[in-house]
């Protein structure tokens, strides 16, 4: 069984930085695309920034250059570094996995359908 579990989130002022850490367990996959995504109340799900096995990233245009994602294979943990943070960042951050014959299947994909097991969620709230 594939679990997922994140944490990190919390409240911080615009300007400031935080750190998601997704910890995965339960999966042997052959490849595999992982992802952050984001939802704030009332608007759908989007993606935020993608890795996959090989360590090729993806990212939503409204956070690159200020959001990294990075994958420690020696810990299966995914992270999400938030740089230079603002309101509209706000929403429950989630991350997700789908594995995969090749990376070629998902790799860079930002689209949520992509994804087949998903965590839990983290709150990040961003005050202005």
């Known amino acids: 069984e594939v679990q997922l579990v994140e944490s990190g989130g919390g409240s911080v002022q615009a300007g400031g930085s935080l750190t998601l850490s997704c910890v995965a367990s339960?999966?042997?996959?052959?490849?595999?695309?992982m992802g952050w995504f984001r939802q704030a109340p009332g608007k759908e799900r989007e993606g935020v920034a993608v890795?996959?096995?090989?360590?090729?990233?993806n990212y939503a245009a409204p956070v690159r250059g200020r959001f990294t994602i990075s994958h420690d294979n020696s810990q299966n943990t995914l992270y999400l570094q938030m740089n230079s943070l603002k309101p509209e960042d706000t929403a429950m951050y989630y991350c997700?996995?789908?594995?995969?014959?090749?990376?070629?299947?998902?790799?860079?994909?930002?689209?949520?359908?992509?994804?087949?097991?998903w965590g839990q969620g983290t709150q990040v709230t961003v005050s202005s």
């Open positions: 997700a996995v789908v594995g995969v014959p090749s990376a070629r299947y998902c790799s860079g994909s930002l689209d949520p359908p992509t994804y087949n097991r």
């Open positions: 339960g999966y042997t996959y052959i490849a595999w695309c």
């Open positions: 890795i996959d096995s090989n360590g090729n990233t």
